[in-house]
């Protein structure tokens, strides 16, 4: 490791990019539920995440099933990213 001198600092320039490697995690999606309740505040019921965009979907059908007046979802998706360095090591 370098020791920095009179003030002269190391340039690292990162980039930051989808992290579409092997070993990445996998995009994951989910469907929360935003119904606002008597209260005003969302109902927050969420599906668990999966790497099937419809597994989400199949989900916020059962979740109208037991509650016939929430008809309002967001689809919320993870998708990694690196940070990926450039120039001198
Ligand atoms: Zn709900």
Redesign the pocket.
């Given at each position: 490791m370098s020791t920095p001198a009179r003030g002269t600092f190391r340039f690292v320039n990162w980039t930051l990019r989808p992290d579409r490697d092997d070993d990445a995690p996998p995009v994951t999606y989910a469907f929360r539920?935003?119904?606002l309740?008597g209260n005003d505040t969302?109902?927050?019921?969420r599906s668990e995440p999966s790497t099937d965009p419809t597994e989400p979907q199949t989900w916020a059908f059962g979740?109208?099933r037991?509650?016939p007046e929430?008809t309002s979802?967001a689809e919320v998706i993870e998708r990694p990213w690196v940070m990926w360095r450039e120039g001198p090591a």
């Open positions: 539920c935003l119904t309740t969302e109902c927050e019921a979740h109208l037991e509650h929430h979802y």
